[in-house]
Each structure stands twice: as structure tokens, then as C-alpha cells.
């Protein structure tokens, strides 16, 4: 039987196809992200954190999953995971990574060298992994023939930020793509193709952007790490531990949540553990996620 948490999903809005392709799924303490958060203050919610989102121990399932999407004639990936072969001392879970990763995205029709467009919703290193990989010692682009687009916003602050998880994002992830030549830095309300357009969700990062996507009446919003967990639709002022500017991350979550909760619009979370997708829908003062 396939393992539900690696499983391949795929979503249709309008013409556009969507699949989730996973490279890790982590069982992680909510206070490991969330320093105030006990299972306790979301016994209220567990019949809809529980069984997908949060374990029988009350622990998260977070899932590390790349969008391939492909629209309007491109071939695009969302956010490009850990990677493998990074040296991440601080996270055991993601150090070293030796996945096949690329040889599965072939397998859904995405081979390395017919991807398009790389978007990342933000730089931290669990989004931009896999925009390079090791040729000879030498950190090249895994994609060729693709334009890579970052937010200007958001390359302006990491640029000359220090790497608050010893990552090497900047050096082996960021940079060779730019000695490649094959960056964009875009705004952060940029549009791709007609189908997918950036909207600016700051606050987890000060450049922090989501996808939209919309065709024929239809549309969908990948959330990036706006949304690092299902349960902060819950407790959006939660404090989240890797947010950089807490309280417009708090903001920028309600608006969200005001903008697209009971509405039609399909949510798929960067993070979010199988099913992925979901809509946001009132629950009392505030809102829940219904996969
Ligand atoms: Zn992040």
C-alpha cells in the first residue's frame, strides 16, 4: 500500500494541473514551533487537526512538498524543498538528504530540463533546496532551462541577513543561480502567466508572497509558509518561531483568512500534511481549515 503522506495528489483548477510531490514528512511538538502552543489549547479543534494534521500524541505532521504545476504552456515548480546533499547541522531531519526527488518528478512528467519557472514563495532553506544540486563539488542550477523568480523584496533582506539556520541558502542555493544569470527579481504582485500571479502575504518573511491561481472561474492559493500549520487558522496570533515580523504575519493571516474563508477557493499548504487542500471556513469567532 502507498504511504498516504508520500502519496502523489493532483488538483485541477480550471485548465491547470497540479501535483503535490513530497520530500519529507516530519512529526514535530507544537511548541518545537510554536514556543506558547500546547495540544491542550486545541482540544477544541481536534476534530479537524485530528487524525490528518496533528498525531494521536497531539504532535504536528508537517509535510515537505514541492508544487509542479503546469499552465498556460509552462512547466513550473513551487517551492523546491531541502534538497539533497545540504549540510544542515541544526536539522538531522533535512541534513544530507539523499531522496529522488528529481527522478520522481520525471516520473510526473517534470523532468529537470523542461521545467519553465522556479517560484519561491520565500528564501528560507526548505524553498529553495533543490534550485541547485552537486556537479563535481560545484553547486550548480538543477534547472537548466529555467527562469528563476525571487522577490525583490525578499532578496533585498536576505542578501546581507545572517543565515538564522547555518543553512548556506545564500552560497549554495541562491548565488550560483545568480552567477548562472538566470534570476528574476520580481514584484511581489508579479504576474506569470495569465493563470498565476504572485500576491504579497509578508510578515514569515519581510518578501513572503503566495501563488494564485485562476482559470475558468475557478481558483486556488498556495500559501507558502504564511501558513506553516492548518492550526493557525485557529491561532493565527500564535507566535511562530520562524516568522520574521510576528505581528504583520499575525496580520497578513487574518486578512488572508477575511479575503479567501468561505469562499469557493481551494488552499493548498506548502506544509500542510495529506490531504494538502482544504477551504478556510468560519468556526465560531474564527475560522478552521476543511480537507
Ligand atoms: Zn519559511
Same mark, same amino acid.
Given at each position: 500500500?502507498?504511504?498516504?503522506?508520500?502519496?502523489k495528489?493532483?488538483?485541477?483548477? $480550471?485548465?491547470?494541473?497540479?501535483?503535490?510531490?513530497?520530500?519529507?514528512?516530519?512529526?514535530?511538538?507544537?511548541?518545537?514551533?510554536?514556543?506558547?502552543?500546547?495540544?491542550e489549547?486545541l482540544?477544541?479543534?481536534?476534530?479537524?487537526?485530528?487524525?490528518?494534521?496533528?498525531?494521536?500524541d497531539g504532535?504536528m505532521?508537517?509535510?515537505?512538498?514541492?508544487?509542479l504545476i503546469s499552465?498556460?504552456?509552462?512547466?513550473?515548480?513551487?517551492?523546491?524543498?531541502?534538497?539533497? $546533499?545540504?549540510?544542515?547541522?541544526?536539522?538531522p531531519?533535512?541534513?544530507?538528504?539523499?531522496?529522488?526527488?528529481?527522478?520522481?518528478?520525471?516520473?510526473?512528467?517534470?523532468?529537470?530540463?523542461?521545467i519553465?519557472?522556479?517560484?519561491?514563495?520565500?528564501?528560507?532553506?526548505?524553498?529553495v533546496?533543490?534550485?541547485?544540486?552537486?556537479?563535481?563539488?560545484?553547486?550548480?542550477?538543477?534547472?537548466?532551462?529555467?527562469?528563476?523568480?525571487?522577490?525583490?523584496?525578499?532578496?533585498?533582506?536576505?542578501?546581507?541577513?545572517?543565515?538564522p539556520?547555518e543553512?548556506?541558502?545564500?552560497?549554495?542555493?541562491?548565488?550560483?543561480?545568480?552567477?548562472a544569470?538566470?534570476?528574476?527579481?520580481?514584484?511581489?504582485?508579479?504576474?506569470?502567466?495569465?493563470?498565476?500571479?504572485?500576491?504579497?502575504?509578508?510578515?514569515?518573511?519581510?518578501?513572503h508572497?503566495s501563488?494564485?491561481?485562476?482559470?475558468? $472561474?475557478?481558483?486556488?492559493?498556495?500559501?507558502?509558509?504564511?501558513?506553516?500549520?492548518?492550526?493557525?487558522m485557529?491561532?493565527p496570533?500564535w507566535?511562530d518561531?520562524?516568522d520574521?515580523?510576528?505581528?504583520l504575519?499575525?496580520?497578513?493571516?487574518?486578512?488572508?483568512?477575511?479575503?479567501?474563508?468561505?469562499?469557493?477557493?481551494?488552499?493548498?499548504?506548502?506544509?500542510?500534511?495529506?490531504?494538502?487542500?482544504?477551504?478556510?471556513v468560519?468556526? $465560531?469567532?474564527g475560522?478552521?481549515?476543511?480537507?
Amino acid at each position: 500500500m502507498t504511504d498516504r503522506r508520500y502519496e502523489k495528489l493532483s488538483w485541477k483548477i $480550471g485548465d491547470v494541473a497540479i501535483t503535490r510531490l513530497v520530500e519529507v514528512v516530519l512529526k514535530a511538538p507544537i511548541n518545537s514551533l510554536f514556543p506558547d502552543g500546547t495540544p491542550e489549547q486545541l482540544s477544541a479543534h481536534d476534530n479537524w487537526l485530528k487524525p490528518h494534521f496533528l498525531d494521536a500524541d497531539g504532535d504536528m505532521i508537517l509535510s515537505i512538498h514541492a508544487f509542479l504545476i503546469s499552465a498556460g504552456g509552462l512547466n513550473i515548480i513551487v517551492d523546491t524543498c531541502a534538497g539533497n $546533499g545540504k549540510k544542515l547541522p541544526l536539522y538531522p531531519e533535512w541534513n544530507d538528504l539523499n531522496t529522488p526527488f528529481l527522478e520522481n518528478m520525471s516520473k510526473l512528467g517534470f523532468p529537470a530540463d523542461k521545467i519553465d519557472r522556479v517560484l519561491c514563495t520565500h528564501l528560507h532553506f526548505d524553498h529553495v533546496g533543490w534550485n541547485t544540486h552537486l556537479v563535481d563539488g560545484q553547486w550548480l542550477p538543477t534547472f537548466p532551462n529555467a527562469r528563476y523568480l525571487f522577490g525583490a523584496t525578499e532578496w533585498e533582506f536576505w542578501k546581507d541577513e545572517e543565515d538564522p539556520y547555518e543553512s548556506h541558502a545564500l552560497d549554495q542555493a541562491l548565488q550560483p543561480i545568480f552567477d548562472a544569470g538566470q534570476v528574476d527579481l520580481v514584484e511581489s504582485s508579479h504576474q506569470i502567466c495569465d493563470e498565476i500571479s504572485l500576491i504579497p502575504t509578508p510578515g514569515h518573511t519581510p518578501g513572503h508572497v503566495s501563488i494564485l491561481i485562476r482559470s475558468k $472561474g475557478e481558483e486556488a492559493v498556495i500559501t507558502g509558509d504564511m501558513f506553516h500549520h492548518p492550526l493557525q487558522m485557529a491561532k493565527p496570533g500564535w507566535v511562530d518561531m520562524a516568522d520574521v515580523e510576528s505581528s504583520l504575519a499575525e496580520k497578513t493571516r487574518i486578512e488572508f483568512m477575511q479575503r479567501f474563508g468561505d469562499s469557493e477557493t481551494t488552499v493548498l499548504g506548502t506544509h500542510f500534511a495529506t490531504p494538502t487542500a482544504g477551504k478556510i471556513v468560519s468556526d $465560531g469567532p474564527g475560522y478552521k481549515f476543511e480537507s
